[in-house]
């Protein structure tokens, strides 16, 4: 099935909602057990084609901390919309900024006396999330300051890694808003920790892809057109916009790259721009089959690299669970993820107070 055409059975909200925070999940923890892996490294360990499936693994697999920041990100959403339920307006970003402050406190970096103690919530009392799981240094800087960073006043205003962008599907899952809205919120967020223009754009443009599949475009219209909004805004990343072009275009052309071809033409996937092309074009390259044999391909292809596996394969995961749903999602693969009541639990907050 082309990603571009209808799906025979088109997935509910509350699926793709669900497909989406799975999906991540389980392409984010294929991709940590190789994460810090060069390619020869995975073969020899995995064989020719790498990782492939959790069978592979000799113990149980664990998620990252892109998971975890994922949950986190939903949460400050959660908390900002039932305050608004409530008729109470409230700060969206402070919200954002509390919860990841509340995942800072489960990595045991210190906070700056500076910075606000927030109040406990669903999401602190799970432990599965205290661990701590290769979290990226500038999202651990960045909060440690106990400034709320802004567009305007950045945190690390050179970084750009990808810490933003894994973190960024939930905008994308909050129903009955504009693509305006969307950008406002994932890019504000992002400059919490990150003040490089390719590290807000980047999220953005992850945040619009999902947020056009949610609305029901294909996958290929749905990138084309979040990207043809992050070009038009005044704040510019020209390295963004390239690996984009790269990855759309390699994927409709040359949709069989090798790995060591994939990251000497999109990157390595350590910096914003190259772990949203990586995945997008996991994606796009394995698109053909059937909903659950296409995410198998498509995981295998964002994670077997010498690069960022983890943020790379829950980029991936989390496009196709918003396309396709939970249909999507391997049972045997869901089996074998650690905590899936936990990422469950946090889906269903979202969908109480965007659809009751």
């Not at 059975?9 to 923890?29: K, M």
Request: charged share 15%; hydrophobic share 45%; with cysteine.
């Amino acid at each position: 099935m082309s990603v571009d055409a209808s799906s025979p059975a088109v997935p509910s909200f509350e699926s793709r909602v669900y497909g989406s925070l799975l999906g991540g999940a389980l392409g984010d923890s294929l991709g940590y057990e190789v994460e810090f892996d060069s390619l020869a490294a995975i073969r020899a360990r995995f064989g020719p084609h790498g990782l492939t499936s959790f069978t592979q693994l000799d113990g149980g697999s664990h998620f990252s901390d892109d998971t975890q920041m994922t949950l986190y990100t939903v949460d400050g959403l959660v908390e900002a919309l039932e305050w608004a339920n409530d008729g109470v307006a409230a700060d969206e970003i402070a919200c954002l900024w509390l919860a990841y402050l509340r995942w800072l406190g489960t990595q045991d970096v210190a906070v700056s006396s500076s910075a606000p103690a927030p109040q406990p919530r669903w999401i602190d009392s799970q432990d599965v999330l205290k661990h701590r799981r290769a979290p990226g240094n500038a999202c651990l800087s960045g909060l440690a300051t106990g400034d709320m960073g802004t567009v305007a006043r950045p945190v690390n205003p050179d970084s750009k890694g990808c810490g933003t962008v894994m973190r960024s599907a939930p905008f994308g899952l909050i129903p009955h808003i504009s693509r305006e809205a969307v950008y406002k919120l994932s890019s504000d967020a992002a400059s919490l920790t990150h003040g490089h223009p390719s590290a807000r754009l980047s999220a953005a443009a992850f945040s619009l892809l999902i947020h056009n599949i949610v609305s029901g475009s294909g996958i290929r219209s749905a990138a084309v057109d979040a990207l043809e909004y992050v070009n038009a805004v005044p704040t510019k990343a020209a390295e963004l916009s390239e690996r984009l072009d790269a990855a759309l275009q390699l994927s409709a052309e040359s949709p069989t790259l090798s790995p060591e071809e994939l990251t000497a033409v999109l990157g390595a996937g350590w910096v914003a721009e190259e772990a949203l092309a990586v995945g997008l074009y996991a994606v796009l390259s394995t698109a053909g089959s059937e909903p659950a044999e296409h995410f198998r391909s498509a995981i295998a292809a964002a994670i077997n690299h010498s690069g960022d596996s983890d943020s790379t394969g829950s980029i991936a995961g989390n496009i196709l669970g918003a396309y396709y749903g939970e249909a999507c999602l391997p049972a045997d693969w869901l089996e074998a993820l650690e905590a899936p009541e936990v990422i469950r639990g946090m889906a269903d907050r979202l969908l109480a107070v965007t659809t009751g």
